[in-house]
């Protein structure tokens, strides 16, 4: 949690937050994922400053048992003085014991965010799904709630001024945006509406325009002029038999199976598993993991 420190800004973890979407996939398989198309609704996780404070985030906890659906969880939430923004028991279950920041009791509105990082905590516990070493498994638990729709909270979370600043979770504002924006992309919702902080705004606009680029890669159809002028060169140089080596200008890589048989490997914009497919022109292809179909001129 950044209280009043320097907020870190740009896209730092961005290897480690495709990583944690294509883990999500491959444990929670597509159709599981897109149960989570409706994101968390601000007038479920809302908390007014007049709202008894133990009761109304034993509310708030209780709405994303719902919205993770895990029903058989309780979750046992208290406050105390701590560095981080909240820390969380992983038990055998069913009930979790989740502390707050003492800053909170004062800070109600941020009660949710803080809570969707700790409730998403248990849900990975109960998948058995972690990245070894504790940033890693902080990026994955700030991107997983974010791409199965609480993470908006974390973002709207972030301010900063001139005077101060506040951020919760790992990911920089930006990369929040970045995760925010894949998830829109695929269930076509536009969670700005429900931002309250102007900077959340700005970082979700520059996580919008750095999630487009994924599909704007070649060999897909969508590049631009220049990706796909390097895009060809590369593949030229690939079936030339005394080219030193195998291109590595872009994301994608050609490896020849056999005399005159060249493909190309490419991550799929959506979940970022690596695709293949033959070089021949134009292809469509199906990713096995999110089921996006891909326009490709190879």
């Not at 096995?288 to 326009?295: D, K």
Request: hydrophobic residues 35%; positive net charge; contains cysteine.
């Amino acid at each position: 949690m950044a209280n009043g420190g320097p907020v870190e800004h740009g896209f730092p973890h961005l290897e480690t937050v495709r990583e944690a979407v294509t883990a999500l996939y491959r444990r929670l398989s597509h159709d599981t994922v897109r149960q989570f198309s409706a994101s968390v609704a601000p007038a479920d996780v809302a908390f007014c400053d007049t709202d008894d404070l133990y009761a109304g985030a034993q509310r708030v906890a209780h709405e994303l048992v719902r919205h993770y659906r895990l029903p058989d969880a309780r979750m046992i939430v208290s406050f105390r003085e701590m560095t981080h923004a909240a820390n969380v028991e992983l038990t055998a279950g069913p009930e979790y014991f989740i502390e707050l920041n003492d800053r909170f009791r004062t800070h109600r509105r941020d009660i949710g965010a803080a809570l969707a990082h700790e409730v998403m905590h248990v849900y990975l516990h109960r998948l058995g799904l972690a990245f070894p070493g504790t940033r890693d498994n902080e990026i994955l638990t700030d991107t997983a709630t974010t791409y199965l729709g609480a993470g908006w909270l974390l973002l709207d979370a972030y301010r900063e001024d001139a005077a101060s600043s506040q951020k919760l979770g790992y990911l920089t504002p930006e990369e929040f945006g970045y995760v925010l924006a894949k998830r829109a992309l695929v269930f076509g919702e536009d969670p700005s509406v429900w931002f309250t902080s102007p900077q959340a705004y700005t970082a979700y606009g520059k996580g919008l325009a750095r999630a487009r680029r994924d599909g704007q890669q070649p060999p897909l159809t969508a590049a631009g002029w220049a990706g796909r002028r390097r895009y060809a060169r590369d593949r030229r140089d690939a079936q030339d038999p005394h080219a030193p080596g195998p291109a590595t200008h872009g994301p994608y890589a050609f490896t020849a199976q056999a005399p005159g048989q060249l493909r190309v490997a490419f991550p799929c914009p959506t979940c970022h598993q690596r695709i293949g497919v033959p070089v021949r022109g134009r292809v469509r292809a199906r990713c096995g993991l999110c089921r996006t179909v891909l326009e490709c001129d190879t």
